[in-house]
């Protein structure tokens, strides 16, 4: 019994030591791994930031191809609604026409 209760602090600091280089040796691997992260997300911001041109010309590409194809649907729109408007107008007219000859 005197030899157990000799043993085990001593088993117990062993143990505590190798816990305490392992918890060390994770927490540097894992303080490099996050370097290596930010420098990666730095590199992926610095090209990003230089495509924002690209993509700005885009948008405004696309917004003048919208304003275009809007005036051009509008135009269509209103030609083809006169021309109806015109048709309708004619047959009122001829109808009533046809009601003042009887």
Same mark, same amino acid.
């Given at each position: 019994? =005197?030899?157990?209760?000799?043993? %085990?602090?001593?088993?117990?600091? $062993?143990?505590?030591? &190798?816990?305490?280089? @392992?918890?060390? /040796?994770?927490?540097?691997?894992?303080?490099?791994?996050?370097?290596?992260?930010?420098?990666?997300?730095?590199?992926? =911001?610095?090209?990003?930031?230089? %495509?924002?041109?690209?993509?700005? $010309?885009?948008?405004? &590409?696309?917004?003048? @191809?919208?304003? /275009?194809?809007?005036?051009?649907?509008?135009?269509?729109?209103?030609?083809?609604?006169?021309?109806?408007?015109?048709? =309708?107008?004619?047959?009122?007219? %001829?109808?009533?026409?046809?009601?003042?000859?009887?």
């Amino acid at each position: 019994m =005197e030899l157990l209760n000799e043993l %085990l602090p001593i088993l117990l600091y $062993i143990l505590g030591i &190798v816990l305490l280089i @392992v918890l060390i /040796v994770l927490s540097w691997k894992l303080i490099q791994t996050v370097d290596r992260c930010n420098l990666l997300l730095d590199d992926i =911001e610095k090209k990003s930031s230089s %495509l924002n041109g690209i993509f700005h $010309i885009i948008d405004t &590409v696309t917004d003048a @191809v919208s304003g /275009v194809t809007y005036h051009l649907v509008d135009t269509i729109t209103s030609a083809i609604s006169h021309l109806f408007q015109k048709r =309708e107008k004619e047959k009122e007219d %001829l109808s009533w026409e046809t009601t003042e000859k009887k």
